[in-house]
């Protein structure tokens, strides 16, 4: 199947800074990519949907500013948390779409683990 | 009511044993469907599509059923590496995906 990178898959920041997620799609042009965040023993929850050369879709509850979504060339989309503070710490997920004739497949990356202390 | 719901789950089964997975979508303009399998602290992976007609892959069979609006998942000859949460996926078209809430399995030896 297709491959989607995702880096970095861990990371800890202090609490106040920024930190950035790459999404990339490795052999196909993702217009479309999603970013998911899971809590432990919980269910992915849909954050946003990336369009290439637009804006964000944001899921309800969710901060734009705070999550900064970027989806600049076909095959990356990065999302920077803001700010970050310890209660954002989760496992971020992103998926890409491929694009097929006979519908639509979407494949995830290997996740991100967020530590904010 | 949510979109897309499933068996809450868990299940524990003996190897070798035979489950099966139902999950149940509320939109019937869905038109396509997927079964993922999430490991602890991983990311999602597609196990299978779910086509129309049904579809078998190995121990893994999925159907289809339109007119009820669900979809189910049969593991035959349970293994241990099959102990995961699975994950039902309906899509409306386009860019619109929702997940269900994931059926968590466990196959005991």
Known sequence: GAVVSQHPSWVICKSGTSVKIECRSLDFQATTMFWYRQFPKQSLMLMATSNEGSKATYEQGVEKDKFLINHASLTLSTLTVTSAHPEDSSFYICSAQEVWSNGNTIYFGEGSWLTVV | ?109
């Open chain 2, 1 to 109: 009511r949510k979109e897309v719901e499933q068996d809450p789950g868990p299940f524990n089964v003996p190897e070798g044993a035979t489950v099966a997975f139902n999950c149940t979508y509320s939109n019937s303009a869905s038109q396509s469907f997927f079964w993922y399998r999430q490991d602890c602290r991983k990311e999602p992976k597609l196990l299978m599509s779910v086509y129309s007609s049904g579809n078998e892959d190995g121990r893994f069979t999925a159907q289809l059923n339109r007119a009820s609006q669900y979809i189910s998942l049969l593991i035959r000859d349970s293994k241990l590496s099959d102990s995961a949460t699975y994950l039902c996926v309906v899509g409306h078209g386009g860019q619109n995906f929702v997940f269900g809430p994931g059926t968590r399995l466990s196959v005991l030896p």
